[in-house]
């Protein structure tokens, strides 16, 4: 799937990474790149929908990327 969005850093126990798309649909990447770890940028992934078991974020569905790109404003 490809998902494009702003990047959001949720301060919800230790903190995570996610990407909020325009239909405000939250994604919480698992493998987040510290190339997008900037709070506001606009970014295209393709991702897959992974299941996780346990985890101790309540916030957004996870995905684990594939591909990144940063796009213009």
């Given amino acids: ?32 790149p510290e190339q997008l770890k900037k709070v506001g940028a606009s970014v295209r992934i393709k991702a897959n929908e992974v299941e996780e078991f346990a985890s101790v974020f309540m916030w957004g569905t996870p995905v684990h990327i594939t591909s990144f790109h940063t796009l213009n404003p």
């Fill in 1 to 32: 799937m490809t998902i494009e969005g702003k990047v959001v850093y949720e301060d919800i126990g230790p903190g995570c990474w996610g990407i909020v798309d325009a239909q405000s649909k939250q994604w919480r990447p698992v493998n987040m």
